[in-house]
């Protein structure tokens, strides 16, 4: 009997033991919630985020900032890929994620409700969170004219004066893309080569560093994206570039007919995601009024949900219409835009 009660007691303690062992772990495991983020974005552009994020909620996030082969990599991983979500620039590569099968498919009411049904993968593999037009840097010295279509562009009147990154940056292949779609393909490659003809110098930099070329008078129109001149007006750290940006107006190409070609940045689920909860509370955050604010104000984008306006200094440049053109036509026409630019020798600068 003594043995039995003995027995019976330890059993009792063990139980408690292990239950005490498993609340122990399962309070502070709140606490211990993660992401595992992919991105492609800079790291300083989503950090404002992510503070935000871990201060709401409590959930630590890591990102991994990859330059390239973001999917590759995820590929490569399979089922042990440690990524929760992937947050990306360009329809492109959202479309290119997708295709190779590394996200999967999220129907969230939250999400749903935030942002538009245009933004959104209608798959469920992809939302968008900001838009960016890709808009003309004109010299403000030099170029009188306020308005300006992208058809223009291949103008000889433009000889030698416009700059532009390499025609195989994503950014060019949607606006690119958008030609094909609205021109077809035969005029699309007209255009080009009209464009082509018109370079100052052979395709190189980033998109900053075509409005440092009309700054220091290489040329007087430029090809980049609305919230780089948000970054380079507000750039502390290298105030030369906010000397770039003063030299620059910005002109939206046909604002007065189809409207300008927007891009996007957005993210993804990933497809074995093995936080998945807490990365579907990090997707409802940042499509979120308070995020797509600070999306607005430190990044300089335009928010997609409806009601959050853009920051004062974006909203100084004028009133952006986008070209209602679909995401997916645009993702659908960029192979044909790629072989475009290889065709017409884009990056080898004028031909004539
Ligand atoms: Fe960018």
């Avoid at 989503?46 to 909620?57: H, R, S, V, W, Y």
């Avoid at 004219?145 to 390499?166: F, V």
């Avoid at 070609?261 to 308070?290: D, T």
Wanted: hydrophobic residues 40%; contains cysteine.
């Amino acid at each position: 009997m003594k043995i039995h009660t003995a027995r019976r007691a330890f059993a009792v303690a063990a139980i408690s033991a292990v239950s005490f062992a498993f609340l122990a772990d399962a309070a502070p495991a709140s606490a211990a919630e993660e992401v595992n983020i992919y991105s492609y974005r800079e790291p300083q552009l989503i950090k404002p985020l992510l503070d935000a994020f871990t201060e709401e909620t409590g959930i630590q996030t890591n990102a991994v900032y990859i330059e390239k082969g973001l999917v590759a990599r995820m590929e490569a991983e399979g089922e042990n890929s440690p990524a929760d979500v992937i947050l990306t620039v360009d329809i492109g590569r959202l479309d290119e994620a997708e295709q190779a099968g590394v996200t999967q498919s999220i129907d969230d009411e939250t999400i749903n409700s935030n942002i538009p049904a245009e933004f959104r993968d209608p798959d469920g593999n992809w939302f968008a969170l900001t838009t960016r037009g890709r808009v003309v840097y004109a010299s403000r010295e030099r170029v009188e004219q306020d308005s300006i279509t992208y058809e223009e562009l291949a103008d000889p009147k433009w000889k030698g004066k416009i700059c532009i990154r390499s025609g195989q940056h994503s950014y060019n292949i949607g606006l690119f893309a958008s030609m094909v779609a609205h021109l077809g393909e035969e005029k699309a490659e007209e255009w080009l080569a009209g464009v082509r003809d018109n370079l100052a110098r052979k395709p190189n930099g980033n998109d900053r560093a075509q409005a440092k070329g009309i700054y220091s008078g290489e040329c007087d129109i430029g090809i980049g994206n609305t919230y780089y001149v948000g970054r380079m007006m507000t750039n502390e750290k290298e105030p030369e570039q906010q000397d770039w940006a003063k030299a620059i107006k910005v002109l939206f190409p046909n604002n007065d007919d189809r409207g300008t070609h927007v891009n996007v940045s957005g993210m993804a689920m990933a497809k074995n995601a093995p936080n998945r909860e807490s990365a579907l509370k990090l997707m409802q955050f940042l499509s979120s009024e308070e995020a797509q604010q600070v999306y607005a104000e430190q990044v300089y984008e335009y928010p997609v949900k409806p009601g959050v306006a853009p920051s004062d200094l974006v909203a100084s440049w004028g009133e952006i219409k986008p070209d209602s053109l679909s995401l997916s036509e645009i993702a659908e026409k960029r192979k044909v835009a790629s072989e475009l630019v290889d065709k017409v020798g884009f990056d080898n600068g004028p031909a004539s």
